[in-house]
C-alpha cells in the first residue's frame, strides 16, 4: 500500500531552520516525483521543490530558491526539505507528494497520486 507521512514542522523563530522528513513506503514503479508543496490559509496550494527517485535533478521554487534544499535518501525512503531563513510567510501547512509527473512540470502540477497528510510549520516571534 502506497504511503507518504510528512514529519518535522513545528514553531520556529524568523532567521531560523527546519527540517521536513517524507517517509514514503509501497512505490514500485521505475520513475516517480517526489514533491513538497505548501498551503496558508485562505492560500491556493504552492509548490516548493521536486525531485525525482532517480538521478540528482531538482526544481525549486523561485519564492524559496536559495532558503531551501531537497535531497533523497533513497536507503531510508525519505525525501527532506531543509529549510533555513525562514519568514512569516512561510507559515502553512506543508505537503508531500508521489506521482508520476513528467519532471519538467514537477512544480507546474497538482496531478500527484498519493499526498501526505500534512505538516504545521509556523514562522513567529
Known amino acids: 500500500q502506497e504511503q507518504l507521512a510528512e514529519s518535522g514542522g513545528g514553531l520556529v523563530q524568523p532567521g531560523g531552520s527546519l527540517r521536513l522528513s517524507c517517509s514514503f513506503s509501497g512505490f514500485t514503479s521505475d520513475y516517480y516525483i517526489i514533491a513538497w508543496f505548501r498551503q496558508a490559509p485562505g492560500k491556493e496550494r504552492e509548490a516548493i521543490s521536486c525531485?525525482?527517485?532517480?538521478?540528482?535533478?531538482?526544481m525549486i521554487a523561485e519564492s524559496v530558491k536559495g532558503r531551501f534544499t531537497i535531497t533523497r535518501d533513497n536507503a531510508k525512503n525519505t525525501v527532506n526539505l531543509q529549510m533555513d531563513s525562514l519568514k512569516s510567510e512561510d507559515t502553512a501547512v506543508y505537503y508531500c507528494?508521489?506521482?508520476?509527473?513528467?519532471?519538467?512540470?514537477?512544480?507546474?502540477?497538482?496531478?500527484?497520486?498519493?499526498w501526505g497528510q500534512g505538516t504545521q510549520v509556523t514562522v513567529s516571534s
Open positions: 507528494a508521489q506521482g508520476q509527473v513528467v519532471f519538467r512540470r514537477c512544480l507546474e502540477t497538482l496531478e500527484y497520486d498519493y
Open positions: 525531485i525525482a527517485n532517480k538521478g540528482d535533478s531538482t
